[in-house]
Each structure stands twice: as structure tokens, then as C-alpha cells.
């Protein structure tokens, strides 16, 4: 696509953020240069990317002359906003109000207690050792998904995806989850609208080609 912006994606093949942008992007037709970024070699704390995002966080999205973009959900509204066809938001206030709202179910109440910094405290730190993480990991995405499933479920505004039939951020947050779910295969039960949603997801081409068994630096399955 000739005019569109140039982009540098910092990236890593499985983290839950990195799958959400890839998807937005694929989406929206867009494509981003990406520079892997090794989290179990640690080079989210080298000097070099800490000047880029001092939080060592993945993902992380350069434009040309503008300052590094970080946190999935700023970088998801930023694609939107740059280019807004096809939206990922709908176009009411209440609706754009409830996919936010599942969206931060997800990545502010879920994501942020299974990922690899907190596996870091606890199993050196907090005295977890392997099986107690990953107890800790179910109970999460259990916790999580489970209280979606039941807005979901319950909720005239659900239609195909989470709101009405078109993809929004709460399908590709949802999606992200159940993503690296099946990378550390664990998967949580009695989940019907979820799952329903989730193969819709699974057959669309944009979530299709951001699976992380499918990025640069992934085991071979």
C-alpha cells in the first residue's frame, strides 16, 4: 500500500501485546518492520531498548520522526485513529464504552498477572516454584475469562464477535488471551460464547496470520 506510514513493530513471537498489534495491523492492511526482541534471553532490559521503552515492555511501535509508542491498547487506538477503515471501535459512546470495558477485563485485569515479570518475583522472589505458577496462571485466566464469558453470554450487544459482527479491540484483546493460553496449553472450561467467538476469530485471516506459532523466533510445532 503505497503512502501508508513506515513502522518498526519491537516484538516478540508469543507475548500476548506483541499478537494484538500484529492483529490490528493485518486488519487495518497495514505492515510494520519487525525487530525481535528475545524476552527469555533478556534483551527487553539491554541498554539499547530500554531507551526505546523504559519499561522493557513488548510490544513496542516506532514511526518515522515520532517518539516510540508503548502499551497495546494506546497502540490499537492509534491504528484506529490513523486509519480508521475498517473501525475497531463502534461508532456509539456506549458501545465504544462496553468494548473498552471487555477489553481492559482482559488486558488490565488478566494479562498483567501472568506475564513473564511476575512469573520472575514470584518463582525467585515469592517462593513459587513451576506447578505453583502455573496454579497461579489457571486461576487468572479461570478468573478472567470466566467473568466475560458471563457479560458475554448475558448481553444483547454480543453478536458473531464480542460486539455485533465485526472485529473490534475486545476480539483481538479476548483473542490475544486465549492465544498465549494455547501457548503454555492451558485452556479454562465451560466458556460456550467464548469459544463460539474465538473460532469466528480463528477463521478470519488478520487473527490467522498473528498466530505466534506462525512469527520469526518461534519453536517449530
Not at 505492515?31 to 541498554?47: K, L, V
Not at 491504528?79 to 463502534?90: F, N, V
Not at 456506549?94 to 501472568?114: C, E, F, K, N, S
Not at 486461576?139 to 448481553?155: D, I, K, M, P
Request: aromatic content about 8%; glycine content about 6%; hydrophobic content about 40%.
Amino acid at each position: 500500500m503505497t503512502g501508508q506510514p513506515k513502522f518498526e513493530l519491537f516484538a516478540f513471537w508469543r507475548t500476548s501485546a506483541t499478537y494484538r498489534v500484529r492483529v490490528a495491523l493485518n486488519l487495518k492492511g497495514l505492515q510494520a518492520d519487525e525487530r525481535f526482541i528475545n524476552i527469555d534471553a533478556g534483551d527487553q532490559r539491554s541498554e539499547a531498548y530500554l531507551k526505546i521503552n523504559p519499561l522493557g515492555g513488548i510490544p513496542t511501535l516506532v514511526e518515522a520522526g515520532h517518539p516510540p509508542l508503548t502499551q497495546s491498547s494506546a497502540i490499537l487506538e492509534f491504528l484506529d485513529e490513523i486509519h480508521p477503515s475498517p473501525p475497531l471501535l463502534p461508532a456509539d459512546p456506549h458501545g465504544r464504552a462496553r468494548v473498552r470495558g471487555i477489553a481492559a477485563m482482559l488486558t488490565a485485569d488478566t494479562h498483567p498477572m501472568v506475564t513473564p515479570r511476575i512469573r520472575k518475583y514470584l518463582t525467585t522472589t515469592g517462593g513459587f516454584n513451576d506447578a505453583a505458577f502455573r496454579a497461579w496462571q489457571q486461576h487468572w485466566f479461570t478468573t478472567g475469562l470466566a467473568a466475560v464469558e458471563q457479560r458475554l453470554a448475558s448481553e444483547p450487544a454480543t453478536g458473531k464477535f464480542c460486539h455485533g459482527d465485526q472485529p473490534t479491540i475486545a476480539d483481538i484483546c479476548l483473542a490475544s488471551i486465549i492465544a498465549v493460553m494455547r501457548v503454555f496449553k492451558m485452556s479454562v472450561p465451560d466458556t460456550p460464547t467464548i469459544d463460539r467467538i474465538i473460532a469466528t476469530c480463528d477463521a478470519h485471516d488478520a487473527f490467522a496470520k498473528a498466530d505466534p506459532y506462525k512469527q520469526a523466533g518461534a519453536p517449530k510445532v
